[in-house]
Protein backbone atom coordinates (compact mmCIF):
# COMPACT_ATOMS: atom_id res chain seq x y z
CA UNK A 1 0.00 0.00 0.00
CA UNK A 2 2.53 2.09 0.89
CA UNK A 3 4.67 1.78 -1.55
CA UNK A 4 1.88 2.66 -4.30
CA UNK A 5 2.13 6.48 -4.13
CA UNK A 6 5.75 6.24 -4.90
CA UNK A 7 5.33 4.18 -8.23
CA UNK A 8 2.95 6.51 -9.36
CA UNK A 9 5.33 9.70 -8.55
CA UNK A 10 8.38 8.00 -10.15
CA UNK A 11 6.10 6.77 -13.30
CA UNK A 12 5.34 10.41 -13.60
CA UNK A 13 8.80 12.05 -12.93
CA UNK A 14 9.92 9.28 -15.76
CA UNK A 15 7.35 10.27 -18.41
CA UNK A 16 8.10 13.95 -17.93
CA UNK A 17 11.71 12.97 -18.20
CA UNK A 18 11.23 11.19 -21.22
CA UNK A 19 9.09 14.36 -23.32
CA UNK A 20 11.82 16.36 -22.01
CA UNK A 21 14.42 14.91 -23.69
CA UNK A 22 12.69 13.84 -26.82
CA UNK A 23 12.00 17.78 -26.90
CA UNK A 24 15.66 19.20 -25.97
CA UNK A 25 17.32 19.75 -29.45
CA UNK A 26 14.55 19.58 -31.77
CA UNK A 27 15.28 22.72 -34.57
CA UNK A 28 12.13 24.56 -34.98
CA UNK A 29 10.72 27.02 -37.53
CA UNK A 30 11.52 30.36 -36.06
CA UNK A 31 9.93 33.68 -36.39
CA UNK A 32 11.65 36.17 -39.27
CA UNK A 33 13.88 37.74 -36.89
CA UNK A 34 16.47 40.42 -38.43
CA UNK A 35 19.73 40.46 -36.60
CA UNK A 36 22.25 42.64 -38.22
CA UNK A 37 25.50 42.12 -39.05
CA UNK A 38 26.66 45.19 -36.86
CA UNK A 39 24.92 43.20 -33.86
CA UNK A 40 26.77 40.04 -34.23
CA UNK A 41 29.95 41.69 -35.56
CA UNK A 42 30.60 39.37 -38.34
CA UNK A 43 28.88 39.37 -42.05
CA UNK A 44 26.45 36.44 -42.86
CA UNK A 45 27.67 33.07 -44.58
CA UNK A 46 27.19 32.72 -48.22
CA UNK A 47 24.03 30.00 -47.46
CA UNK A 48 23.52 30.32 -43.10
CA UNK A 49 24.60 31.17 -40.13
CA UNK A 50 24.85 29.46 -37.25
CA UNK A 51 24.28 32.04 -34.21
CA UNK A 52 25.23 30.87 -30.86
CA UNK A 53 25.30 32.38 -27.45
CA UNK A 54 27.45 31.38 -24.83
CA UNK A 55 28.73 32.00 -21.53
CA UNK A 56 31.91 30.71 -20.13
CA UNK A 57 30.07 28.59 -17.18
CA UNK A 58 27.81 26.97 -19.81
CA UNK A 59 28.60 23.01 -20.23
CA UNK A 60 25.60 22.91 -22.42
CA UNK A 61 27.08 25.28 -24.55
CA UNK A 62 30.59 24.14 -25.18
CA UNK A 63 29.36 20.61 -26.50
CA UNK A 64 26.79 22.44 -28.74
CA UNK A 65 29.85 24.37 -30.00
CA UNK A 66 32.02 21.66 -30.63
CA UNK A 67 29.61 19.46 -32.37
CA UNK A 68 28.14 22.46 -34.39
CA UNK A 69 32.13 23.55 -35.44
CA UNK A 70 32.72 20.02 -37.05
CA UNK A 71 29.43 19.65 -38.60
CA UNK A 72 30.08 23.22 -40.63
CA UNK A 73 33.81 22.69 -40.63
CA UNK A 74 33.25 21.22 -44.92
CA UNK A 75 30.18 23.27 -46.22
CA UNK A 76 30.61 25.53 -48.35
CA UNK A 77 28.49 29.01 -47.42
CA UNK A 78 27.81 27.91 -43.98
CA UNK A 79 29.55 30.07 -41.34
CA UNK A 80 29.20 29.58 -37.40
CA UNK A 81 29.46 32.62 -34.75
CA UNK A 82 29.80 32.26 -31.45
CA UNK A 83 28.60 35.50 -29.20
CA UNK A 84 29.36 35.99 -25.45
CA UNK A 85 25.71 36.24 -24.42
CA UNK A 86 27.15 38.12 -21.39
CA UNK A 87 28.52 40.93 -23.48
CA UNK A 88 25.81 41.25 -25.34
CA UNK A 89 22.60 41.04 -22.94
CA UNK A 90 20.69 43.53 -24.96
CA UNK A 91 20.68 41.26 -28.02
CA UNK A 92 20.04 38.60 -25.93
CA UNK A 93 17.49 39.33 -24.32
CA UNK A 94 15.97 40.99 -27.78
CA UNK A 95 16.25 37.33 -29.79
CA UNK A 96 14.61 36.36 -26.68
CA UNK A 97 16.98 33.93 -25.58
CA UNK A 98 16.08 31.75 -22.04
CA UNK A 99 18.96 28.74 -22.78
CA UNK A 100 21.37 27.83 -25.40
CA UNK A 101 19.48 27.83 -28.34
CA UNK A 102 21.79 27.88 -31.42
CA UNK A 103 20.14 29.76 -34.22
CA UNK A 104 20.23 29.38 -38.18
CA UNK A 105 19.99 32.91 -40.11
CA UNK A 106 19.68 32.91 -43.93
CA UNK A 107 22.18 35.02 -46.04
CA UNK A 108 20.30 38.35 -45.46
CA UNK A 109 20.25 37.98 -41.29
CA UNK A 110 16.94 36.53 -41.04
CA UNK A 111 16.59 33.43 -38.38
CA UNK A 112 15.01 30.51 -39.67
CA UNK A 113 15.43 27.82 -37.75
CA UNK A 114 16.31 28.05 -33.70
CA UNK A 115 17.51 24.52 -31.76
CA UNK A 116 15.75 24.18 -28.32
CA UNK A 117 19.21 23.18 -26.19
CA UNK A 118 21.88 21.44 -28.18
CA UNK A 119 21.05 20.35 -30.94
CA UNK A 120 21.02 17.07 -32.74
CA UNK A 121 23.52 16.23 -35.08
CA UNK A 122 21.27 14.54 -37.71
CA UNK A 123 18.56 17.22 -37.81
CA UNK A 124 20.99 19.73 -37.46
CA UNK A 125 22.59 18.61 -40.97
CA UNK A 126 19.24 17.94 -42.66
CA UNK A 127 18.20 21.97 -41.87
CA UNK A 128 21.56 22.82 -43.29
CA UNK A 129 21.15 21.23 -46.30
CA UNK A 130 17.74 22.27 -47.07
CA UNK A 131 19.19 25.43 -47.85
Same mark, same amino acid.
Do not use: H, W
Given at each position: ?????LLLLLSITSIA??????????????????????????????????? #???????? *???? !? &???? =?????????????????????????????????? #???????? *???? !? &???? =?????VKVIQAF
Amino acid at each position: DSLLPLLLLLSITSIAGFIYRAKKGVIKKAKRLKISEKEIGSSYGDRLTIL #QFSTTFCS *ECRS !A &KAMV =KSVVADMKGVSYLEIDAESNLDLVRRVDLDQPQP #QLLDSKGF *EIAR !A &KGAP =KRDQLVKVIQAF
